[in-house]
C-alpha cells in the first residue's frame, strides 16, 4: 500500500505541471479554436529563463529562498507572458482570417523555431538546475513525501485557483468566456476582441512558463527538447478534461499524472511515455468532447 | 505534365544521369553522390508524404513510423529469413500499408489539427515500441544490424554511385507514377475531398475510404522507401525513425508546395541539400525552416513551387454537334 500511495503523490504533482501547461492549451483553443503547437516550447523556455535568473542573480540568496523564489517566478512568468504576445503577433495573427491548415502550419514552424533557437543558445546538452532548494522530506502516516513535491501541488493548485477566480468572478474574464462561445457577438457587446487574445496569450504562457520552473526546480534536470513530450502530455490532459473547459483541463492533467505514474510503476517504465499517447488516442475515438466537455459538434 | 514541366524533368534526369560519372573526377565526388542519394531517399518518403498530406489534405505528422515498419520489416526478413533485400520491397510495403489501414481506421475521420497530433503519438508509440524490442524482434535501442547488401541481375551493389541509380531510378518511378496519380480519379477525388469534405462526399467521394485508401498508399511507398534504406545503411535503429525525421518531411512538403511533385521533391532537396552546401548553415538550418514555415503561411501559404490544378476552359469541351441547344460560353 505505501509504495502505491508514494506513486500517487508523485502522480499528483507531475499532473499538477500537466494541469498548469494544459491550462494554456485550453484557454487558446477556447478563444482561438487553435492547438497552439509552440505552447510546450514557452514551457521549456520559463524552464531555461529560470535557470538563468537563478545562477545570475542569485535572489534565493538575497532575498532567502521563499521571496527569492517568488519574486523569480514572478520575473519568469512575466517574461514568458512577453514572449506569448510576441509569438501571437508574429505567428498567428497574420494567419487568423486565413484555413484553419494554415494557422496549424504557421504553429508548428514557431514552435520548430523556438526550440532550435534554444538549442543554438544553450547547447543541445541537457542543463542542470542549481540545488536551491532543501532535499528534505517529511513523514506522513508513515508516507515519506518530499517537501518539493508538496511545494509543487501547491504552488499549481494556488496559480489554478487565482486563474479559476479571474475567469469565473471579474469582469475581464466573463469577457474571456464570452470571446470563447461566441467572437462576434462578444464584438458586438463592446468587448476589444484582440485585446482578449492578447490577454490569452498572457495568461497561458505566463501558467506555462511557471510549470516550466517547477519542472526545472522538481528534476533537476531540463533539455532543449522537453516541450514535445510536456506539449504532448499536457495537451493529452487538456482532451481527457474537455478542450476549453478550464476546469477539465485541471481535472485531466491530475488524472494524467496518476495514470502515468501508477502505469509507469505497475506495468512498465519503458513504456512510460507511449501511456500518455495511447491515452489520447484512446480518449479521442471513445470520447473525443473529453470528461467535462460538452460542445461535440463541430469540434472533430 | 504540361511541356514544360516534362522539359525540366528530361534536363534533370539528364543531369542526374551524369554525376556519378563526373564523381570520379572529383576528389570529394564520391561524398557528393552520398549527399545526393540522401536527398533521393527524402524525395521519396516527401512524395509518400505528400500524396497523404498535400492531395489530401490529411495532416499526417507521424509518417517516419510506415518509413520504419517498411525498414524493420525488410530487416527482419533479410536478417532472420535470408530473403534477398530487393524481394522485401512489396512485402515491406504491403506490411507498412497495413499497418497504415489498422492504426488509420479509427482516427482517420479526425479533423486536420486533431489528426495532427493523433499521428504524432502514434509515431512515438512506434518508435518506443521498437526500443523495447517489440515481440524480441527490432533488437531495441540498438536496432538490427548485419542486413545484407543488394544484389540486382546479379550484380552486387553495394557503392554510392550503384545506389544513386537504385535511389534515383526508383524516384523518377514514383514521380512518374504520382503524376499519374494526379490525373487519375481517385487523384482528382483526393483534391475535392481537401478542398471540401462535404461537398466530396455529395458529389458520390466514399470519402471515409479513400481517406484509408491514402494512408496506405502513402505508408506503402514509405515502407519501399525504407527497405532501400535498410539496403543502403545495412544497419538500422530506431532513432532514425523520430518525430524529428517526420517534422522535417512534413516541412518539405509545405514548403515546397503541397501536392506539387516537382515542389516537393524541390523542398526535399534544398532541406537535405542546403544544409551540406552551407556547413556553418547545419545547426541553424531548422530555425531558418521554421521561420520560413511561419512566414510562408502569411505570405505564400500555397508553398513556393505549387501546383497548377488544370482548369477548364470552353475550348476544350467537345463542339457540339448540329441541332444542339445553344450553349453559354464559361468563364
Partial sequence: MRPFLEQCTNGLAVGSIYALIALGYTMVYGVLKLINFAHGDLFTYGAYLGMTLLTSLLLHERLGIGPGLLVLALMVMGLVALLGVLLERVAYRPVRSSPRLNAVVSALGASIFLQNGLMLVYGARYQVYPDVLPQTAFSILGLHVPVLRVGVVLASVAMMAVLYFFVQRTRLGAAVRAVAIDPDAARLMGIDVNKIIMLVFVIGPALGGAAGLLVGLYYGQISFTMGWTYGMKAFTAAILGGIGNIPGAMLGGLLLGLIEALGAAYLSMAWRDAIAYGVLILILIVRPSGLLGERVADKV | ?331
Avoid: C
Avoid at chain 2, 35 to 56: E, H, R
Avoid at chain 2, 94 to 113: C, E, Y
Avoid at chain 2, 198 to 203: F, R
Avoid at chain 2, 236 to 255: D, H, Y
Fill in chain 2, 1 to 331: 505534365m504540361n511541356r514544360r514541366l516534362a522539359l525540366i524533368y528530361g534536363i534533370a534526369a539528364a543531369a542526374l544521369a551524369v554525376v556519378p560519372l563526373l564523381a570520379g573526377l572529383s576528389p570529394d565526388g564520391r561524398y557528393w553522390v552520398e549527399v545526393l542519394n540522401n536527398v533521393g531517399l527524402y524525395a521519396l518518403l516527401a512524395l509518400s508524404l505528400n500524396v497523404i498530406l498535400g492531395d489530401a489534405g490529411l495532416f499526417n505528422m507521424g509518417h517516419a513510423a510506415f518509413y520504419a515498419v517498411g525498414a524493420y520489416t525488410a530487416a527482419i526478413f533479410n536478417t532472420r529469413l535470408g530473403v534477398p533485400i530487393l524481394w522485401t520491397l512489396p512485402l515491406s510495403g504491403a506490411v507498412a500499408a497495413l499497418f497504415a489501414v489498422l492504426v488509420a481506421r479509427p482516427v482517420v475521420h479526425l479533423r486536420g489539427d486533431y489528426l495532427l497530433i493523433v499521428t504524432i503519438g502514434m509515431g512515438e508509440i512506434v518508435r518506443i515500441a521498437l526500443v523495447n524490442n517489440v515481440f524480441g524482434l527490432t533488437g531495441g535501442a540498438n536496432g538490427i544490424i548485419g542486413i545484407a547488401r543488394p544484389s540486382l541481375f546479379g550484380h552486387r551493389i553495394r557503392r554510392s554511385e550503384e545506389f544513386f541509380y537504385l535511389i534515383w531510378g526508383f524516384v523518377a518511378l514514383t514521380v512518374f507514377l504520382f503524376h499519374r496519380l494526379a490525373r487519375s480519379r481517385f487523384g482528382r477525388a483526393l483534391n475535392y475531398l481537401r478542398e471540401d469534405e462535404i461537398a466530396a462526399e455529395g458529389s458520390g467521394v466514399p470519402t471515409a475510404r479513400h481517406r484509408l485508401k491514402v494512408f496506405a498508399l502513402g505508408a506503402a511507398w514509405a515502407g519501399m522507401t525504407g527497405t532501400l534504406f535498410a539496403a543502403k545503411m545495412t544497419s538500422i535503429s530506431p532513432e532514425s525513425f523520430g518525430v524529428g525525421e517526420s517534422v522535417q518531411l512534413f516541412a518539405m512538403v509545405i514548403l515546397g508546395g503541397s501536392g506539387s511533385i516537382p515542389g516537393v521533391v524541390a523542398g526535399a532537396a534544398m532541406l537535405t541539400g542546403l544544409s551540406e552546401v552551407f556547413r556553418g548553415f547545419a545547426s541553424a538550418r531548422m530555425l531558418v525552416v521554421g521561420a520560413a514555415m511561419v512566414l510562408m503561411m502569411a505570405v505564400r501559404p500555397q508553398g513556393l513551387f505549387p501546383v497548377h490544378l488544370p482548369r477548364f476552359r470552353a475550348a476544350d469541351l467537345p463542339s457540339p454537334g448540329p441541332g444542339a441547344p445553344e450553349r453559354e460560353a464559361l468563364p
